[in-house]
């Protein structure tokens, strides 16, 4: 499987991953790309969802607090 970010709304980025080595590099860089818009909003944390083995999503949570990262493995 080809790694693959894809941007599907501004506060949400799904990850597909075909190689575990770059796992923690793509949902870096998803995270990453989720932060302007959390500060902006100030009122968001980041929630990083397992659904399987390949496919996470990283997006903006009113539930997480601000400047926090959580986990959830739906998978």
Do not use: W
Not at 32 to 49: E, F, K, Q, Y
């Amino acid at each position: 499987m080809k790694q693959h970010v894809s941007h599907r709304a501004s506060n949400r980025v799904e990850v597909l991953v075909g190689d575990a080595e770059q796992l923690h590099n793509l949902l870096s860089n998803a995270e990453a790309a989720l932060l302007p818009s959390a500060v902006i909003a100030g009122t968001a944390g980041v929630l990083v969802t397992r659904h399987g083995p390949n496919r996470y999503t990283v997006a903006l949570c009113d539930s997480v607090p601000f400047g926090e990262t959580r986990e959830l493995d739906a998978g």
